[in-house]
């Protein structure tokens, strides 16, 4: 699959939910940072500071996303592709950022109300996982803001070798409306 530049603005006359916008953007800000790092960059870490490589941290947002996107009514978030080619590969962090970002095109309303049983694990101590009830919107947010997070840490990784990346990259919506009304 051939790599494609995206503009979240490509979808602004669709009548997306805002979710759907807010995942869209999401991934957007991660294509636009893995176009603008290197092969070694995306494999290295950045110990004491950081233990995982962006790759790994992609690897993992990724994960979280494709267990939603599975069509059997069960997201399972324990479900995880450590040490998968995507760790290594950045064309294939890119690729599969733009398959979901097709596929979230293809989501409705009906589709984000969809109720799902999620399972997690919950304990450090005992391997002990909850199931729980949930809707596909509200999974969708819950992997866009935890995405953020890992790209915080991808945007500490990449600082620590002083190339700078976007404003906003790294930070939460919510932070980002605080600081839009600071200013």
Same mark, same amino acid.
């Given at each position: 699959?051939?790599s494609h530049t @995206?503009?979240?603005?490509?979808? #602004?006359?669709?009548?997306?939910?805002?979710?759907?916008?807010?995942?869209?953007?999401?991934?957007?800000?991660?294509?636009?940072?893995?176009?603008?790092?290197?092969?070694?960059? @995306?494999?290295?870490?950045?110990?004491?500071?950081l233990s995982s490589?962006?790759?790994?941290?992609?690897?993992?947002?990724?994960?979280?996303?494709?267990?939603?996107?599975?069509?059997?009514?069960?997201?399972? @978030?324990?479900?995880?592709?450590?040490?998968?080619?995507?760790?290594?590969?950045?064309?294939?962090?890119?690729? #599969?950022? $733009?398959?979901l970002r097709d596929?979230?095109?293809?989501?409705?309303?009906?589709?984000?109300?969809?109720?799902?049983?999620?399972?997690?694990?919950?304990?450090?101590?005992?391997? $002990?996982?909850?199931?729980?009830?949930?809707?596909? $919107?509200?999974?969708?947010?819950?992997?866009?803001?935890?995405?953020?997070?890992?790209?915080?840490?991808?945007?500490?990784?990449?600082?620590?070798?002083?190339?700078?990346?976007?404003?906003?990259?790294?930070?939460?919506?919510?932070?980002?409306?605080?600081?839009?009304?600071?200013?």
């Amino acid at each position: 699959m051939t790599s494609h530049t @995206y503009d979240i603005r490509d979808t #602004e006359s669709l009548p997306l939910q805002p979710c759907i916008r807010g995942c869209l953007e999401t991934l957007e800000q991660g294509h636009r940072f893995l176009q603008s790092i290197d092969d070694h960059q @995306y494999t290295c870490s950045a110990p004491p500071h950081l233990s995982s490589s962006i790759g790994e941290h992609f690897r993992h947002l990724l994960d979280l996303f494709h267990a939603v996107r599975q069509p059997t009514g069960v997201i399972d @978030y324990n479900t995880r592709r450590r040490g998968h080619a995507v760790e290594r590969t950045r064309h294939i962090a890119i690729s #599969e950022v $733009e398959q979901l970002r097709d596929w979230l095109k293809q989501l409705n309303h009906a589709n984000l109300t969809l109720p799902v049983r999620v399972r997690t694990e919950v304990s450090l101590s005992q391997q $002990e996982a909850c199931d729980m009830m949930s809707t596909i $919107e509200r999974e969708l947010t819950f992997v866009a803001l935890h995405a953020t997070h890992h790209y915080a840490l991808a945007r500490v990784a990449v600082s620590l070798n002083h190339i700078e990346v976007s404003d906003n990259f790294g930070f939460a919506p919510a932070t980002v409306s605080y600081l839009r009304e600071k200013n």
